[in-house]
């Protein structure tokens, strides 16, 4: 595998397209935030993964790919990660290898995932088991479509099947006895699945914690899928999310579980490729300072 040089007509187009296709949404986040207006579904993914919107807006070539000429010299000239030679801009190799511990993890996390089939009909009940029992502390000041007791009796009908231990550890104390499975953080390269709607979110916060190294168009795509795994997570919450214009996925029926487990598979159909691109990015990390190479 070989180096990438790209001259400053070859990533700058690449850096617009990256702000242009992020702007909208990143965008209508800081108008609400100037507002102080918040908004139950979308501040999760600035708030929770907290990668600030002017991180997300900034384009990164990634691993193994060099830039060429007087602009990128000028643009990348003293940012952090990056060293400049003449007109030449290349990652440090020295901060990367104090992350390669970070890196091997992510790398056996998304292979073992990746090597699992994915199990689908959660119906997304984690959100529920977060509330169950304790609908007076629910985690957004949203009403509940079926009230305290509606909720209660689906998440005591349906039964708790969640894998994902970031998902689990949010569960009431009652909720978290009638999980399958109990989960812990050591467990969960071992419980983790492509089925699952956090799972495949979360390849958003494994892109982010591998910038610069992960290119920003791989980022993009992770943040993309994230926001779209979010919609559905809330629109099959108990929450009524109706007035914020989101329909929900009624999931205590046949035809919203349904509904679920097909746009569940769309997700992890997706979820695929960046997370297999993301595993190969986090295998080649340079751990010594060696030459970095394009993964």
């Known amino acids: 595998m070989s180096s990438v040089v790209l001259t400053d007509a070859q990533w700058r187009p690449l850096a617009a397209a990256h702000r242009a ?18 908004h139950p579904v979308w501040d999760f993914l600035f708030t929770y993964y907290g990668h600030r919107p002017a991180h997300l807006l900034r384009w990164h070539p990634g691993l193994g790919v060099e830039l060429d000429g007087p602009r990128a010299a000028a643009e990348f000239g ?4 990056y060293l400049v030679d003449g007109t030449r801009v290349r990652l440090d190799p020295a901060p990367l290898a104090k992350r390669a511990g970070t890196a091997a993890y992510v790398a056996r996390l998304l292979e073992a995932t990746a090597g699992r ?9 984690h ?17 509940l479509r079926l009230g305290p007791a509606g909720t209660d009796a689906v998440v005591e009908a349906g039964g708790l099947r969640c894998t994902h231990f970031d998902a689990y550890r949010f569960f009431t104390p009652e909720a978290a006895p009638r999980n399958a499975v109990p989960l812990t953080r050591e467990g969960q390269t071992a419980s983790e699945q492509p089925g699952c709607l ?13 910038t610069p190294g992960a290119p920003s168009d791989l980022v993009a795509d992770a943040f993309d899928l994230a926001r779209d795994a979010r ?25 919203g579980r349904a509904e679920y487990v097909r746009r569940q598979a769309e997700l992890a159909e997706r979820a695929a490729p960046i997370r297999e691109r993301l ?3 986090a295998r080649s990390w340079p751990a010594d300072g060696s030459p970095q190479r394009h993964p």
């Open 231 to 255: 919609e559905l997570d809330m629109r099959a919450s108990p929450y009524d999310l109706a007035r914020h214009g989101f329909e929900p996925v009624p999931i205590e029926t046949p035809a």
């Open 279 to 281: 595993a190969r990015i």
């Open 127 to 143: 959100e529920w088991a977060m509330v169950y029992r304790e609908a007076d502390q629910a985690r957004h000041p949203v009403q």
């Open 198 to 210: 956090h799972a495949g979110m979360d390849l958003y916060k494994w892109a982010f914690k591998l």
């Open 78 to 81: 003293g940012a952090r990660g």
């Open 117 to 125: 089939a994915p199990v689908l009909g959660c119906f997304g009940l």
């Open 21 to 38: 296709r992020l702007e909208p949404f990143v965008g209508a986040h800081r108008r609400r935030a100037a507002r102080g207006e918040k």
